[in-house]
């Protein structure tokens, strides 16, 4: 992709929705406050010195927020702090204006004491939920990060370590000081309870969920003033482009490869890996070891990952992958048509008018003895077999696109691989080329 310009405009709806989102997130953070269960990790520290003094938990956490940027000065060095001015700049009004709206919501919510246990746990979750949507918003408003977020994202390049592992360590830090400064000022533990633990476990969920329906803002954000500053913007939509989603043991590749051939167009699957590799700055061997997958579970990567930001700013090399994947797929749909198998790509060109999606599938029995004949799995392996790949495939896609992988609502044509031969999808599917290009 090119150049991306915002506008004034824009600017403007951004911002909006920023300031909405810092509101929102302070009151589901007051919220899980006030229902006695503890509070979140980053408030933790903030809770309990303003049970124990006569300063409010608002304050405090402008005080942290400065501590925090403290840190990132003396991590970024003079270069790194010219390099990211406007960046730390932004941190100090955005750290006031966060402890303003939390001094705010704690008095909203000030005459909100549950004493029943099942309606502080509610008032828990319903916090949490709250924080979600406030995350989600900030990261649709794409203008600034928190102190908080951003001292990781500078520490974790500083060690080369994975966001999600310098997380554990920030937030299990804050909670031990939280704990030991508990224990000194009132001989008690306070603010560190089991919503400390939902908040912490079910906030990335949460965004996660919450991510791909909140699209219409992204609209309402960039329209009508935003441009690409690129002459292949009208381009890509004026090429049809084939996608090909499928499960392990359906033939998604061949059929792809009897389709591209009959048409007379490229091909591509297995050898966008070295493009991507090229694009990432990775190796072809990472590139391949990472395609199509999770290193984890889908709930532990939902945990785990830089929830704050978009994907294009993740310091993830996951993530950093499937934004190299994504602009080849863009780049290979704006050079002209072709076929293009897995990868996300039908959510990558969703945008794209001149795309054509389809999903293959099959029945289990015909996708464990494919598996068997044409990838040399052994028979009494084959269905477990298939079953994994197409699981970590569902689980690929769900965590990069929101949506269920093979929802028939998200493609031009389904077709089952097990009913139809492959001369007929072929058929089909060169019928709709040729519509789409009349």
Not at 94 to 123: C, N
Not at 370 to 383: K, P, Q, T
Request: proline share 3%; aromatic share 10%; net charge neutral.
């Amino acid at each position: 992709m090119g150049m991306y310009v915002r506008s004034r405009q824009e600017m403007l709806r951004r911002y909006v929705v920023f300031f909405f989102s810092l509101f929102i997130m302070s009151f589901g953070v007051s919220l899980v406050t006030r229902s006695l269960t503890g509070t979140s990790p980053i408030s933790s520290v903030p809770y309990v010195w303003s049970l124990n003094t006569a300063l409010s938990m608002g304050t405090y956490i402008i005080i942290l927020n400065a501590i925090l940027i403290a840190a990132q000065l003396i991590m970024l060095g003079k270069s790194g702090i010219r390099e990211n001015k406007v960046e730390l700049l932004m941190q100090i009004p955005v750290s006031l204006l966060f402890g303003v709206f939390i001094d705010v919501t704690m008095a909203i919510l000030s005459g909100w004491h549950p004493e029943v246990y099942y309606m502080q746990l509610l008032s828990c979750i319903a916090g949490c939920c709250i924080m979600g949507v406030g995350i989600a918003l900030e990261v649709v408003a794409d203008v600034c990060m928190n102190s908080g977020e951003y001292v990781l994202h500078i520490a974790s390049r500083k060690l080369k370590k994975e966001f999600g592992t310098m997380k554990i360590m920030f937030d299990v830090t804050l909670l031990l000081i939280a704990v030991g400064c508990s224990w000194i000022f009132a001989g008690r533990i306070d603010g560190v309870r089991e919503g400390t633990v939902i908040v912490a476990v079910c906030t990335g969920p949460v965004v996660r969920f919450l991510r791909p329906r909140l699209r219409f803002i992204d609209r309402w954000e960039t329209a009508p003033s935003s441009q690409y500053m690129e002459e292949k913007a009208t381009a890509q939509s004026a090429h049809t482009v084939i996608t090909i989603g499928r499960e392990y043991g359906s033939g998604g590749h061949e059929i792809g490869e009897m389709i591209a051939r009959k048409l007379g167009i490229p091909f591509y699957d297995n050898s966008m890996m070295e493009m991507v590799a090229e694009e990432s700055g990775l190796s072809e061997q990472t590139v391949r070891e990472y395609d199509q997958k999770l290193p984890h579970s889908l709930l532990y990567e939902m945990i785990m990952h830089d929830y704050s930001v978009p994907v294009e700013k993740s310091i993830s090399k996951k993530d950093a992958l499937f934004v190299a994947q994504s602009r080849v797929i863009r780049r290979l749909a704006a050079e002209g048509p072709c076929v293009i198998v897995g990868r996300c790509s039908d959510f990558v060109l969703r945008d794209n008018p001149g795309c054509i999606h389809i999903f293959l599938h099959a029945s289990a029995g015909y996708k464990a003895e494919r598996a068997a004949a044409y990838y040399g799995i052994a028979a009494d392996r084959a269905a477990e077999a298939v079953a994994k790949t197409n699981a970590v495939r569902r689980d690929h896609y769900a965590y990069y696109t929101g949506q269920t992988w093979g929802d028939s609502r998200n493609y031009a044509a389904v077709f089952d691989t097990s009913k139809l031969t492959a001369a007929a999808i072929v058929s089909a599917v060169t019928e709709l080329y040729s519509h789409a290009n009349k």
